[in-house]
């Protein structure tokens, strides 16, 4: 929504149509989104699909890959990166494994807002991702100045006097706001005059899973939700073919008035001219299952992941490497294109919390330093690797023992490193390689 400009009885007005406009569609959309990621409503968004005799036979049956599919695919933040100015760390709380959630939540959803405040208690940095937001934008400007979301649970909204939280930054002709304002029109102040106490910046980070084109909200992860409907739907058919595979009783050559009891300790008597058989459905099985799998091969690819079957033959390491590129390529991608930048971001963002709300300067120094991910090696590559970067002194036992436990402490890895220094020669099997007799004391 584009802002001109507004006095105070203007933007009074507009976040009133606002809340009533509700932008019911979109979020309708996020909504299904969310659900699939949770696992809620699927028997109901299927059996729209199957009228109520078809499914009378054998309950709706589902799977929910989403999650899994999501969570296998958003690995920038599965090992928490390196930031470096120790006074930003020392407020950070726990940002690292909110990221986790928001990087999957940004994938599902296309774009996610992360609320940052201050704890006076105690004193680090909280956070909230938000789902449902309006954003407000000045002409000719591709970042809101301005931005509204529900204060209570997306459900609760829905009640007659929902609220919702308003922000607006500085602008050249407009003072930053900040307050709540209620479905039925009350405005609760939050903060003296009701001004943004940041000034001209909004304490709200947002990042996108793809770069601007036209819309400001990207598209998420429908393809996924949608394809996992499509294969739901299939199952339920597959289901529904194998209850119909029992076959389906038939008479020929009765009077439509007789009745005819049946059972296993019960003789059927027909009259002359009868027939009785089952009859099955021409479905064949085999190839729906096949389809199904294909769908489900196919969904995954689509999102740079592999399913593992458990019928699938041993693959190489080699193997398992190729097929990790274009995976390991899709996070280079999201970590140099939306995280790197969202980092920065928020540390200005960040920055200006503590100053105003915490009383501390974090400085402007700031760096970020993403986890590269690797392939796991097998056990005899990494015997080759470390005898080869031993020799050549591009590892020591110090980083093997980091790597390998990321838990010990420095003290620790010095006393492993001496116990294995002080053992005597006679004591040592010689045909043990020193990684075999490292790994036996991290254990």
């Known amino acids: 929504m584009i802002i001109y400009n507004l006095t105070d009885k203007m933007l009074y007005d507009l976040l009133m149509d606002t809340i009533e406009d509700g932008h019911k569609q979109e ?11 949770e696992g809620l409503n699927l028997e109901q968004d299927i059996q729209q699909y199957f009228d109520s ?79 449902f937001f309006t954003p407000f934008f000045r002409p000719n400007e591709d970042e809101p100045f301005a931005i509204m979301y529900q204060a209570e649970s997306h459900l609760q909204a829905r009640s007659e006097d929902a609220q919702y939280m308003f922000w607006s930054k500085d602008t050249d002709d407009m003072e930053g706001k900040h307050f709540m304002i209620s479905s039925r029109g009350k405005i609760t102040s939050i903060v003296p005059d009701d001004k943004n106490p940041y000034g001209d910046i909004l304490p709200f980070t947002i990042a996108h899973r793809h770069p601007f084109t036209r819309d400001f909200f990207r598209e998420g992860a429908s393809d996924l939700v949608n394809g996992m409907r499509s ?51 021409n479905a064949n099985v085999t190839a729906m299952i096949q389809s199904t799998q294909y769908m489900v091969d196919s969904l995954a690819q689509a999102n740079n992941v592999r399913i593992n079957w458990a019928d699938k033959s041993a693959e190489s390491g080699l193997s398992k490497k190729m097929a990790q590129l274009d995976l390991m390529d899709a996070l280079r991608s999201d970590t140099e294109q939306i995280y790197r930048p969202f980092e920065k971001e928020q540390f200005e963002i960040a920055k200006r919390i503590c100053e105003v709300s915490g009383g501390i300067n974090l400085g402007d120094q700031f760096s970020i330093d993403f986890a590269e991910r690797e392939v796991p090696m097998s056990a005899d590559e990494e015997i080759k690797y470390y005898s080869w970067a031993f020799a050549n002194d591009l590892e020591t036992r110090q980083s093997y023992l980091r790597k390998h436990n990321p838990d010990l402490q420095e003290d620790e890895i010095e006393g492993i490193i001496e116990r294995i220094d002080s053992e005597k020669p006679q004591q040592a099997d010689e045909t043990e390689s020193i990684i075999d007799r490292i790994g036996k004391q991290v254990g």
């Open 27 to 37: 979020l309708e959309e996020r909504e299904r989104l969310l659900d699939y990621f």
């Open 53 to 131: 005799d078809s499914l009378s036979q054998i309950p709706p049956m589902y799977i929910n890959l989403v999650r899994q599919i999501i969570s296998r695919r958003t690995l920038v933040y599965q090992q928490a990166p390196i930031r470096y100015n120790d006074k930003y760390n020392e407020v950070l709380g726990n940002f690292d494994s909110v990221m986790k959630q928001f990087e999957q939540l940004t994938y599902l959803l296309g774009t996610e807002a992360l609320y940052t405040h201050w704890d006076d208690n105690n004193k680090v940095l909280k956070y909230r991702p938000i789902h």
């Open 231 to 281: 294969i739901n739907i299939m199952l339920t058919e597959l289901a529904l073919h194998s209850r119909l595979q029992l076959g389906q009783p038939v008479f020929t050559g009765l009077d439509t008035e007789q009745r005819i009891t049946m059972g296993q300790d019960k003789a059927l008597v027909l009259p002359e001219g009868a027939n009785f058989n089952y009859a099955t459905p």
